[in-house]
C-alpha cells in the first residue's frame, strides 16, 4: 500500500527555520514528481513547493527565496526546507505524489495521485 508520512511539522518564531520530511514507502517512487501543499484554517489549499523526476525544481511566489526542496531518491524521502518563516505560513503541510506531471503542472494539486496525512506548522511573532 503506498503510503506518505511527514514529519517536522513545529511551532517557532517568526524569521525562524523549519525542516520538513516526507518519507514515501510502498511505491519506486523515483519515477514520481513530489510536491509540498499546505492549507491554513478556513482557506484553500496552497501551491508551495514541488520536484520532478529531474530534480527540477518549481515554488509559489509566496516562498520563493526562502524555501527550497530536495529529495533522496535513495531514502524514499522529500524534504522542505524553510527559512524565514514567516506567520502566514502557518498551515497543516501536506506531502504528495504523482506520476507523468509537466513542469508546467507542477504545482497543480489536482495532478497529485498520493497524499499524506499533513504536519502542522505554527508560526509566532
Known sequence: QD?????????????????LSCVASGSTYSNYCMGWFRQAPGKERERVAAIDTADITKFAESVLGRFTISRDVAMGT???RMNDLRPEDTATYYCAAGQGITWWSLLRANDYEYWGQGTHVTVYS
Request: no cysteine; hydrophobic share 30%; net charge negative.
Open 3 to 19: 503510503q506518505l508520512m511527514e514529519s517536522g511539522g513545529d511551532s517557532v518564531q517568526s524569521g525562524g527555520s523549519l525542516r
Open 78 to 80: 522529500v524534504s522542505l
